[in-house]
């Protein structure tokens, strides 16, 4: 979603609120049981700068570390960034980093933010369940689905 923020610079209005709910386009590299609903909130602060306030909720497609299944992994969480006009002014090379909270033609990509927000939040160690028995190590089966005659085969398997 990307928003024209130029009333906004102008002090025209002081702030834009709205809710919308991601399309998988826009989420590259992500893959969803529930598409990231979003409501932000956009507000113009000193320095012709603006702060984003955003809340995501959405339900994540993510491999257990355990046993390998997919499994929906619900994230809910808010943030805030703050966006400038101005170029960040950095001596020596400029990384992507630098230029990430730029307002570049009065547009803001909010989707953009989203995205990164969501990888943020992702689990270190993703699991299907704190019970997961994760898979037999002799024989590879989903210990969470069927049981395996292996001398490990009943042990809870805990990396
Ligand atoms: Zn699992
Ligand atoms: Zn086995």
Do not use: A
Not at 93 to 105: G, M, Y
């Amino acid at each position: 979603m990307k928003i024209d923020v130029k009333e906004l610079l102008e002090d025209k209005v002081k702030s834009k609120s709205s809710h919308y709910v991601e399309t998988s386009e826009s989420m590259e590299g992500l893959t969803f049981d529930v598409l990231p609903r979003v409501w932000f909130t956009l507000e113009r602060v000193r320095d012709r700068k603006v702060l984003l306030t955003c809340k995501v909720e959405t339900s994540v497609l993510l491999e257990c570390s355990r046993c390998l299944e997919l499994y929906p992994q619900y994230l809910g969480f808010s943030y805030e960034e703050l966006y400038t006009e101005e170029p960040f002014r950095v001596i020596g090379k400029l990384t992507e980093e630098d230029f990430k909270f730029t307002i570049e033609n009065n547009i803001i990509d909010i989707s953009n933010s989203v995205r990164e927000n969501i990888i943020l939040n992702l689990p270190i160690k993703p699991l299907c369940g704190d019970d997961c028995r994760g898979l037999c190590p002799v024989c590879g089966k989903n210990l969470n689905r069927e049981s395996c005659n292996c001398s490990l085969g009943d042990t809870v398997i805990k990396y």
